[in-house]
Nanobody, 134 residues
């Protein structure tokens, strides 16, 4: 059974840091793209980062570039999202998701721009709440 389980969310003051973890079971993410999406109340679920173990590629939305870092540990089958200098606008439920066809790697190999598309992500976690107070 495929499972993605997020952890590490919580309440933090603006300027603080959190590290989210996405523990994957039922598949090894070596050939997948693993993305982090977030959804604030009343807003769409948008992709903020993506990680490809195959070649180490990453993607970051402009809103988090320079503050968030995604990485993976294949020995633990876990993908991380390190979030620094958090802002109240980062408050949302954060979800990790797996794309078995690794559309990010495909895009980069083809020299194309990439943004995570929800439709490409087959497997989803249940989310973890991140709240940033001002």
């Amino acid at each position: 059974e495929v499972q993605l389980v997020e952890s590490g969310g919580g309440l933090v003051q603006a300027g603080g840091s959190l590290r989210l973890s996405c523990a994957v079971s039922g598949f090894t993410f070596d050939d997948y793209a693993i993305a982090w999406f977030r959804q604030a109340p009343g807003k769409e679920r948008d992709g903020v980062s993506c990680y490809s173990k195959a070649d180490g590629s990453t993607y970051y939305d402009d809103s988090v570039e320079g503050r968030f870092t995604t990485s993976g540990d294949s020995t633990k089958n876990t993908v991380y999202l390190q979030m620094n200098n958090l802002e109240p606008e980062d408050t949302a439920v954060y979800y990790c998701a797996g794309d078995p066809e690794n559309h990010m790697l495909r895009a980069y190999i083809g020299g194309n721009y990439y943004t995570p598309a929800r439709a490409h992500y087959v497997y989803w976690g249940r989310g973890t709440q991140v709240t940033v107070s001002s």
